[in-house]
């Protein structure tokens, strides 16, 4: 069963960013949507006003008469009980990942990969194809700041999407445009190394013609060799001319993002100076480096997702260079045991571009807790490189943080892919100018 042809859909998970997306698209296309979730949330809030129909426990009695197709979010474990019911009574269950190929399969598909910047870049490439006439579907592992949206549906055969190397999900894919903002080592609970990735990026060269482009920096040592036997026609965004880019946006990595847009629209042939104004207009996404407000004593709020060394490391390298004159404070939540046990003395060396670092415990996610790591260590960690380091409980901080000591002179950070962003909601609820 299609994506297209089924008439009722269940989604289990359907409260995450991608999963969420494809129950949106969906009800846009006149299905019936019903789902489950652990949780409720703002998007599954949004959901429901649209007309899905969700639970917030999984339970096969979830799975309604009359359904033909159930979507499941890669994180769902294969012992579901959701997902053994579909199985039993013989409905067929797809993943995200899969059904994002079925939707790709009769569009023209510019698909955004990459360790760092799909989210961002995703977003900025929609934008410059929404405002250039294009009408694309966009699907982006976040939510538009301006639509609020994880979805936007186009009337058009683009269609713009993250593509993302985890479990190799990208796979699913065949893209018309494939853009690799860079290669890094992260997702190590799945790749063996950064050989491992760089195969899964040539599996998905692999399946792309004579007829297509890949949009990336063909000179980065980690690039390059997933190109190696491409038959797809490179461009090298680097090239791209920026007279007149001034981005909204801060960060040296957020420049390269729009390069690699610039690229897109030139094989689109979208007028240069437009695609510059769109970008120049372009405000940015949920939970990437993003303004959350301001406290009564002045102090700025922003959050980001950055969740591995890399993104830290060049998010906060671009918030020094917006913010020359003020104390930054960042609040890190570590995201797994895994990575943060691998990646441990990297971590130790990202924080080198802020004056306070306040670390949370580990966001476990899908991992058991490795009793070899915690974030005490990692707080120790960094304050070895002469930082202002402090550990709070996850609790405490939420509920008893004074915000008050901050100023005009301080921006407040919170960071990770967990819940930390919570932290600096509750201190804007308790603390509003």
């Known amino acids: 069963m299609k994506f297209k042809n089924a008439r009722k859909i269940h989604f289990i998970g359907i409260g995450g960013i991608g999963v969420s997306a494809m129950a ?11 789902g489950s979730n652990l949780a409720e949330s703002e998007i599954t809030s949004e959901l429901k006003k649209l007309g899905a129909v969700i639970k917030f426990h999984h339970d096969g009695e979830n799975i309604e008469y009359g359904t033909d197709l159930v979507i499941f979010s890669p994180a769902v474990p294969k012992d579901n009980s959701e997902l053994l019911k579909a199985k039993k009574i013989g409905i067929p269950a797809i993943s995200y990942p899969r059904s994002l190929g079925d939707v790709s399969e009769n569009k023209y598909t ?9 989210t961002t ?17 966009v699907i982006v592992g976040s939510l538009l700041k301006k639509e609020k949206t994880n979805f936007i549906h186009g009337n058009s055969k683009y269609f713009v ?12 894919l065949k893209p018309n445009i494939l853009v690799i903002t860079n290669i890094d080592l992260d997702h190590l609970d799945y790749f063996k190394n950064i050989f491992d990735i760089q195969k899964a990026f040539k599996e998905l060269i692999a399946k792309m013609g004579e007829k297509d482009y890949i949009v990336c920096d063909p000179n980065d040592k980690r690039v390059a ?24 946006i801060p960060g040296e990595h957020n420049i390269k993002n729009a390069f690699a847009c610039l690229a897109v629209a030139n094989i689109l042939g979208i007028n240069h100076s437009d695609a510059i104004k769109s970008l120049n207009n372009f405000e940015g996404t949920w939970r990437r480096f993003e303004l959350k407000g301001k406290t009564k004593k002045g102090a700025l709020i922003y959050d980001d997702y950055a969740h591995n060394p890399t993104e830290v490391q060049v998010t906060l390298k671009g918030a020094r260079e917006f913010f020359k004159d003020k104390k930054i404070t960042v609040i890190f939540q570590p995201h797994l045991y895994s990575r943060t046990k691998i ?28 009793k070899e790591i915690n974030s005490k260590i990692l707080a120790s960690k960094i ?25 005009q002179e301080d921006v407040i950070l919170t960071m990770g892919a967990g819940d930390v962003y919570k932290i600096g909601e509750k201190i804007l609820g308790n603390n509003k100018k």
């Open 24 to 34: 949106r698209m969906a009800l846009k296309e006149g299905k019936k949507v019903t």
């Open 110 to 118: 510019i698909a955004v990969s990459g360790t760092h910047g799909k």
């Open 121 to 137: 870049t995703t977003a900025m490439l929609a934008d410059v194809l929404r405002h250039s006439y294009f009408d694309p579907t």
């Open 161 to 172: 999407t993250e593509a993302c190397e985890y479990k190799r999900s990208f796979l699913e």
């Open 225 to 248: 060799p997933a190109l190696v036997k491409a038959v797809s026609k490179v461009v090298d965004y680097t090239t791209q001319g920026a007279i007149g880019l001034n981005l909204k």
């Open 343 to 370: 990646f441990l003395e990297d971590f130790a060396k990202s924080f080198n571009d802020v004056d306070r670092v306040i670390v949370l415990p580990i966001y476990a996610a899908r991992e058991e807790e490795d």
């Open 383 to 407: 304050k070895k490189n002469n930082r202002e380091t402090y550990y709070i409980e996850y609790e405490k901080m939420l509920n008893e943080f004074n915000s008050d000591i901050f100023g």
